[in-house]
């Protein structure tokens, strides 16, 4: 009875996993994330909008939505315990070298993107060393299956029913990248499988074929997300309330100064928190005077359509609005000292923050 009680409170405040993607130039990474996100960023990058950093905030409703083909990939296919999910808007391993201080607690559970064309190339090996050393879990990508012979889009079906439904010529054709594909990850001392043939999930990384141009097994990539998060990464997304944030961004912005956009991972904020963050020359503290975000499925920086909150609880990305930011630095942590005693402390762990990182 008691371990009834403790799964279901355990399960009752689970966060928003944080989810990164990874992998090499040209696999398709922005282009799963505008398709997870729901947005064109790309559009804007060719339009010259130079790339920033953000998260975004990928709601229930969405989600459920977006699964509908595939269900029943998902134990818990009606009651999600996740509330969400929280994607970070840079894509690629680069992220990771700006956030050294953090260790490996920043990224849930990341995407590896693969193009089935191209296989591994000197990006992805990066980004597989990066993520075992970190110990993240991934799921991998194969992405561009348009490119298949022949093949036949259907985004509306979950991609294993799609790929049986493909001629043999393209089936061989799937066959001859896939088998090449799982020895290059044989070679870096990974197995790897297709996520409906994964005979052990422990010991094989599961593979999703996606086309995020068309769509097409992108609903499978997304219920295996919420399965993984639901079963294996429970623990590791618990909800706690001890604060864990990091500065992902400091933007100048037109009417509000200057902001520092952050994600935080656990516990809350409130209007009105003493921060304390890394600046260029030490420690800063100041106050919390708007917390802003984004409205749903919009990302920070595409949007000007801000909900403004007196608290918020991670996982979530948020922009936050204080004096004396122009001298933030990114990718380390944000304190808070709920008691004045506190911020000393909080300096000094800044300081020594600071100090790692000029000495390494
Ligand atoms: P990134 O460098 O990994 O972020 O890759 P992008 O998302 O920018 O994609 C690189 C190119 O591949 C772009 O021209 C995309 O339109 C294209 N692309 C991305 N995903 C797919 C896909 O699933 N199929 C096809 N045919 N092209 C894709």
Request: charged share 20%.
């Amino acid at each position: 009875y008691h371990e009834l009680c403790e799964s279901h409170r355990s399960t009752k405040i689970l966060r928003a996993p944080i989810i990164c993607v990874l992998g090499h130039v040209d696999a398709g990474k922005t282009t799963i994330l505008d398709n997870l996100r729901q947005t064109h960023v790309q559009d804007n990058e060719a339009g010259g909008i130079t790339q920033q950093i953000g998260a975004t905030n990928v709601p229930l409703e969405t989600i459920y939505k977006r699964t509908e083909m595939c269900r029943k990939m998902i134990t818990r296919k009606d009651d999600f315990i996740i509330p969400g999910l929280l994607i970070i808007d840079t894509p690629g391993h680069e992220i990771f070298k700006n956030l050294r201080s953090l260790g490996s607690s920043f990224c849930d559970l990341a995407i590896l993107v693969v193009d089935i064309m191209h296989g591994l190339a000197p990006q992805t090996i990066e980004s597989i060393e990066l993520l075992t050393k970190r110990q993240i879990p991934f799921i991998i990508a194969l992405n561009k299956i348009d490119l298949l012979y022949d093949w036949k889009s259907n985004n509306k079906e979950n991609i294993e029913l799609v790929l049986q439904e493909q001629s043999q010529i393209t089936k061989n054709h799937f066959e001859k990248r896939y088998n090449d594909i799982i020895c290059q990850f044989a070679q870096q001392n990974l197995n790897v499988a297709l996520y409906y043939k994964n005979p052990d999930p422990n010991e094989f990384y599961s593979i999703v074929p996606t086309s995020a141009r068309s769509g097409d097994g992108m609903g499978s990539l997304i219920a295996l997300i919420i399965e993984k998060c639901q079963t294996t990464l429970t623990k590791r997304l618990t909800y706690t309330d001890e604060l864990q944030a990091t500065v992902m961004e400091v933007k100048s912005n037109y009417g509000y100064g200057t902001t520092i956009d952050i994600v935080l991972i656990n516990g809350h904020l409130s209007v009105g928190d003493k921060i304390i963050i890394a600046g260029q020359e030490g420690p800063i503290v100041t106050q919390i005077r708007r917390l802003l975000i984004p409205e749903s499925n919009q990302e920070l920086r595409v949007t000007n359509q801000y909900q403004t909150h007196e608290k918020v609880k991670g996982a979530c990305g948020i922009r936050i609005l204080a004096t004396d930011l122009e001298k933030s630095m990114v990718g380390l942590p944000l304190f808070v000292a709920r008691q004045t005693d506190e911020i000393d402390y909080f300096k000094n762990e800044i300081e020594t923050i600071l100090k790692t990182i000029l000495n390494s």
